[in-house]
């Protein structure tokens, strides 16, 4: 899978450990189904680490 594709039209949200206390800033996406993308909020330009759905959760 092209990750460049897979995020094009990502719907980030802001993960439910972040703040805006300067916590914990990540945002993630569900892609290709079983993925979930991972981003710096306050550095969305920064790059992303994709994982399996299930290591999300965990």
């Given at each position: 899978m092209n990750?460049?594709?897979a995020l094009t039209g990502a719907?980030?949200?802001t993960s439910s450990y972040s703040n805006?206390?300067?916590?914990?800033?990540?945002e993630g996406a569900r892609v290709g189904g079983?993925?979930?993308?991972?981003r710096d909020s306050k550095n969305r330009e920064g790059g992303v680490s994709i994982f399996l759905g299930a290591s999300w959760v965990a």
């Open positions: 990750g460049n594709a719907d980030w949200f805006d206390q300067g916590g914990e800033c990540v079983m993925l979930m993308a991972v």
